[in-house]
């Protein structure tokens, strides 16, 4: 008995010196990331772009940025908690979010400046600027995303949330807010520096989309992972409605200008367009086939939830349900713009069937999956609710 007593309690003091060592490198870890953004930012800020600099200054930005996400990239993926967060842990949260916002105000800023520059520069130049802006903003883009999802799973795992709940929940919202602007930034961004170049409209049009397929496979990753109980099943499903209704703003603001923008132009249509578009649209499917889990995962533990749990978890069901349809009948409606303003159809006539052929199936996968879960959820309220 004293040999089990002792092995037990030298067992919880090395579970318990892990533990602390564990948070202790969290800390450095997310103070780390704040100091070394921190000077990419100001250097974002005081950069202005002239004839003379537009290039080395953009890339030598875009080379830290990179540097900075593969660092980001190494911590998520060795985050394993439980944790016992600090106010210190959320504040540094709370600043890469803010710098994040700031510096994709700063690229918009710049955007504008190399707008000015349009008749003055070396076409060459100018061209070679105008790609490293959009680069520069995909990879600003990424980066927000990767901070965003490091956050959600950080606040995950911590494990005194009943102490820390009101500077959680602040931590969340301020997380998606910023998020928020940040994107509407990026796409911003990105659709003056097509508007600048109809030469360059495929290179624009593909970082455009190629943000919402990210974001879509982030938020079908995320969504995939989620595994509902009777005690989380609110709280999980009003995290990945806040998570979707960022991505529909974003599609929406795609669609709302590409449907501007096709009255004005055309465009050339290549096999990287294809490519995203079909991505998108199967990330799409994904997202049904989540929708289903968890409609399938609400259903069986309607019996063993409380009455306010069951209601807000059915009340995002629904929310979840028409936001991803929207999505995806605007993801639709593009793909038929995008092709209809082609100039080259003749050229990528048998892509463009193929590309339209798996989207037609993407989507009515979608849409299956969507009225399924509706059902589902509707079924779950006639059930369970009073």
């Given at each position: 008995m004293l040999r089990k007593f002792l092995l037990g309690s030298v067992s919880s003091v090395l579970l318990s010196t892990l533990a602390v060592q564990a948070h202790a490198a969290l800390t450095d870890d997310l103070s780390g990331l704040v100091t070394q953004l921190t000077p990419i930012s100001t250097q974002l800020s005081q950069t202005s772009v002239t004839n003379a600099n537009t290039c080395s200054?953009?890339?030598?930005?875009?080379?830290?940025?990179?540097?900075?996400?593969?660092?980001?990239?190494?911590?998520?993926?060795?985050?394993?908690?439980?944790?016992?967060?600090?106010?210190?842990?959320?504040?540094?949260?709370?600043?890469?979010?803010?710098?994040?916002?700031?510096?994709?105000?700063?690229?918009?800023?710049?955007?504008?400046?190399?707008?000015?520059?349009q008749t003055t520069v070396d076409i060459v130049d100018y061209r070679d600027g105008l790609t490293a802006m959009l680069r520069l903003s995909d990879d600003i883009g990424k980066m927000a995303d990767r901070i965003l999802q490091m956050a959600d799973r950080i606040l995950t795992m911590a494990n005194n949330i009943g102490k820390m709940a009101d500077r959680i929940l602040y931590t969340q919202q301020l997380q998606n807010a910023n998020v928020k602007l940040t994107q509407a930034s990026m796409l911003q961004t990105q659709q003056n520096m097509i508007a600048m170049s109809s030469s360059l409209s495929t290179i624009g049009s593909n970082l455009t989309l190629g943000l919402i397929l990210t974001d879509t496979q982030n938020l079908s990753t995320q969504m995939a992972a989620v595994k509902l109980t009777n005690t989380n099943a609110a709280s999980e499903l009003a995290r990945i409605n806040n998570l979707t209704a960022v991505l529909l703003d974003e599609t929406m603001a795609s669609y709302t200008w590409l449907m501007v923008n096709s009255k004005q132009s055309s465009r050339y249509i290549n096999g990287d367009n294809l490519t995203i578009l079909i991505d998108i649209s199967s990330a799409h499917a994904a997202l049904g086939r989540s929708l289903e889990a968890y409609a399938t995962a609400i259903n069986q533990i309607g019996p063993l939830t409380s009455t306010p749990i069951l209601s807000d978890a059915t009340k995002s069901m629904l929310a979840l349900t028409a936001d991803i349809g929207e999505m995806s009948g605007r993801i639709m409606e593009m793909v038929d713009k995008i092709v209809v303003m082609a100039d080259n159809i003749g050229v990528m006539a048998g892509r463009i069937t193929e590309t339209q052929n798996l989207q037609q199936t993407n989507i009515e996968m979608t849409q299956s999956s969507i009225v399924t879960s509706q059902n589902m959820t509707i079924n779950a309220i006639k059930t369970y609710l009073p």
């Open positions: 200054s953009l890339g030598s930005l875009n080379t830290s940025i990179e540097t900075y996400i593969a660092q980001l990239n190494t911590i998520y993926a060795k985050l394993a908690g439980p944790y016992t967060m600090t106010t210190t842990d959320y504040n540094s949260l709370d600043q890469l979010s803010n710098l994040s916002k700031d510096m994709a105000a700063q690229v918009l800023r710049i955007a504008l400046e190399m707008h000015a520059l």
